[in-house]
């Protein structure tokens, strides 16, 4: 079945970086777009970024666009995610998700996730 | 971008009973590209919608989904809860890029 295991997270002080893992498996990885959501604390699900099947389109939400990047390694099945910058409001659980459609450029909706790694922002 | 509005914050009822959500996009949100999650505490998020209106696989028929005419106003309508429906439901939009998502509403046990 489809596993998605994000790596990575832990204590940053703004204005540094951090890089998360996301490790698929399950599925036929380079098929298939992957997102990123995270999730504040006691908060509400904010979509963050998508990276399509073959790594050509990449969407971002205007919270992060400029500073965080997504990237896939077809050889690792594993999706990136770059982060630059951070800010204290940066802080979140993070969940890798898998698109359902199958070589689509565009990515569609998600149809599995993560269980998610914590990111803190503070100093 | 578009914004997602859902309502009521929080839903207050009985096992048994029916639950209407609403969700509202700031515009229309393309193709009816729309979704539903369900959330639990400390679990990641579960797919109960997808197209406004398709349920997504293994879901109970007593969750169906709907949308307006206008793109703009949909609805998750969930028929007799049972204990495991009490849960933070979000809507959330991939008709249009930056994708976003709704605030959640809580349906919690009265």
């Known amino acids: 079945q489809v596993q998605l295991v994000e790596s990575g997270g832990g204590v940053v002080q703004p204005g540094r970086s951090l890089r998360l893992s996301c490790a698929a498996s399950g599925f036929t990885f380079n098929n298939y777009g992957i997102h990123w959501v995270r999730q504040a604390p006691g908060q509400g699900l904010e979509w963050v970024a998508v990276?399509?099947?073959?790594?050509?389109?990449?969407y971002y939400a205007d919270s992060v666009l400029g500073r965080f990047t997504v990237s896939r390694d077809h050889s690792k099945t594993t999706v990136f995610l770059q982060m630059n910058t951070l800010r204290t409001e940066d802080t979140a659980l993070y969940y890798c998700?898998?698109?359902?459609?199958?070589?689509?450029?565009?990515?569609?909706?998600?149809?599995?996730w993560g269980q998610g790694t914590l990111v803190t922002v503070s100093s | 971008e578009i914004a997602l509005t859902q309502s009521p914050g929080t839903l207050s009822l009985s096992p048994g009973e029916g639950a209407t959500l609403s969700c509202r996009a700031s515009?229309?949100?393309?193709?009816?590209?729309l979704a539903w999650f369900q959330q639990k505490p400390g679990q990641a998020p579960r797919l109960i919608i997808y197209g406004a209106s398709s349920r997504a696989t293994g879901i109970s028929d007593r969750f169906s989904g709907s949308g307006s005419g206008s793109g703009t106003d949909f609805t998750l309508t969930i028929t007799r809860l049972e204990p495991e429906d009490f849960a933070v439901y979000y809507c959330?939009?991939?008709?249009?890029?930056?994708?976003?998502f709704g605030q959640g509403t809580k349906v919690e046990i009265k």
């Open positions: 515009q229309s949100v393309r193709n009816n590209y």
């Open positions: 959330h939009q991939y008709g249009n890029s930056p994708y976003t």
């Open positions: 990276i399509s099947y073959d790594g050509a389109n990449k």
């Open positions: 998700a898998k698109d359902v459609g199958q070589y689509y450029e565009i990515p569609l909706y998600i149809d599995s």
